[in-house]
């Protein structure tokens, strides 16, 4: 029977960022994939300075990365360019990678880290009682002495574990093609935060162009799954209209592949048990305020990976404490501002609110991305701790007044 240190289950950024961590520091560890080496994850690619810090603390190259200088967010007539914010924890630039190439250099990583890589090889948890005590994959039973599902929007093995999302919590839909456009080189991300479906209903969520540097753009809608008629909305449409919208501004080429949509997570029921944490989009780590994921799946990888070099034994318990210590009170407010912006009246005032100026568009900006500096929180780390206490009030209210 083979057996490893870590098995990991799913080889995205969550399950490759484990798995670089605890191979560089000697830990035997196998990744199951069932998809093909170079396979492509439906997503916006865009890196945020969160998530450049996080590739940066994991020694990846980024050269082959399109380097972005801020967002430019919109919202109706009003257009606000803005630079990341400068703080002493996050680098002062963010990226664009086609998902492709970053996870390729990813696991490229963990191989060369020692990790053994099986693609096309599904994997499931193997149980001894209530304990996971391997997978099993390929035929064969792994050992592990811990097992980290890795798996992205939750499946059979979020099933098996138990790490569902939660019903009554919001999560997120979005669909993303590429196209040729002659602003391919442009240093900002784009944003379109007052998007409105085919019956003129406004949508939580936003419109984006991410450009890669290569040709080509990133084109994408998501929503929040707080929105009234949520079941109804039809992503295709949505995604042609924001295409037609930004006909002048950027002169997209027609969609370069089918535009697929995938799922947000932004809950799970549980993300630790005997023998096994849950790390990224199988954890429900992503931002509800801009559907950002990718650095939520590094940076719990890394803990998880140095919490059981640590304590074997204690790491699944640990791992739920301190990702939550990381994230939770922030994730909380992400979904409890996702029931407000559901309100339609709620999300137009809002929006003339956070673009109203230059510098509360930057506050916007640093809040929603999750950049504010706990060491230096500024006028941005007081907004944040003010709508968490006030949105802990309206909360119930919000739930049961949801669109
Ligand atoms: C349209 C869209 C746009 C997005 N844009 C952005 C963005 O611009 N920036 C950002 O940061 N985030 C974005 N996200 C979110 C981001 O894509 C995810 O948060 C991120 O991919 C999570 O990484 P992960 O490693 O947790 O999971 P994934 O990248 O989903 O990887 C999971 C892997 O597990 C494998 N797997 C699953 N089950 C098994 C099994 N049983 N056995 C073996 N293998 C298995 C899958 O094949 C897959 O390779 C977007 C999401 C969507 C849908």
Same mark, same amino acid.
């Given at each position: ?48 300075? =969160? ?15 399109h380097?972005?200088e ?6 109706g ?109 442009? =240093? ?30 990133n084109?994408?809608? @998501?929503?929040?799954?707080?929105m ?17 919208q ?23 029921? #549980? ?12 954890a ?8 950002e994921?990718?650095?939520? &799946? ?43 912006? @559901? ?14 100026? #230059? ?18 929180? &500024? ?25």
């Open positions: 029977m083979p057996s490893v240190d870590l098995a990991v289950i799913g080889a995205g950024p969550a399950g490759a960022a484990t798995a670089i961590r605890a191979a560089r520091s000697g830990a035997t560890v196998a990744v199951f994939d069932k998809a093909p080496y170079g396979r492509d994850k439906v997503c916006g690619d865009g890196l945020t300075p =969160r998530a450049v810090g996080a590739l940066n603390e994991l020694k990846i190259d980024l050269e082959d990365a380097h972005i801020g967002l430019r967010m919109i919202a007539k009003t257009e606000r360019e803005l630079a990341w914010p400068s703080t002493s924890r996050f680098p002062p630039h963010g990226a664009v990678w086609p998902r492709r190439r970053l996870d390729a250099a990813l696991v490229d990583a963990a191989e060369q880290a020692g990790a053994r890589l099986m693609w096309n090889t599904e994997a499931l948890p193997a149980f001894d009682g209530d304990r996971v005590v391997g997978v099993d994959a390929g035929g064969d039973r792994w050992t592990a002495g811990m097992v980290v599902a890795a798996t992205g929007a939750p499946g059979k093995v979020a099933r098996m574990l138990g790490a569902e999302r939660i019903a009554d919590e919001p999560f997120g839909l979005a669909i993303r093609s590429y196209v040729e456009s002659p602003r391919h080189a442009d =240093r900002h991300l784009e944003a379109c935060l007052t998007m409105r479906d085919a019956n003129s209903n406004s949508v939580p969520g936003y419109g984006w162009l991410f450009p890669a540097g290569d040709g080509t753009v084109i994408g809608v @998501g929503a929040l799954s707080t009234k008629g949520f079941k109804r909305l039809n992503l295709n449409s949505l995604l042609d209209i924001y295409h037609a930004v006909r002048e501004s950027w002169a997209p080429g027609p969609y370069l592949e089918r535009p697929r949509a995938w799922r947000l997570p932004m809950s799970a029921r #549980q993300r630790h048990g005997r023998g096994w944490v849950a790390v990224g989009d199988a429900g780590l992503i931002n509800p305020m801009n559907g994921g990718i650095d939520y &799946g590094l940076e719990s990888g890394m803990l998880a990976a140095d919490l059981f070099l640590q304590n074997a034994a204690s790491a699944p318990e640990r791992y739920d404490r301190l990702v939550g210590e990381r994230f939770d009170s922030f994730l909380r407010t992400g979904r409890r501002f996702s029931f407000l912006i @559901g309100h339609p009246p709620i999300l137009s005032m809002g929006l003339k609110l956070a673009v109203g100026t #230059q510098s509360i568009a930057n506050i916007t900006l640093k809040v929603m991305g999750n950049l504010v500096d706990s060491e230096t929180p &500024g006028t941005a780390g007081r907004v944040l701790s003010a709508a968490d206490r006030l949105l802990a009030i309206a909360d119930p209210i919000l739930r049961r007044t949801r669109a």
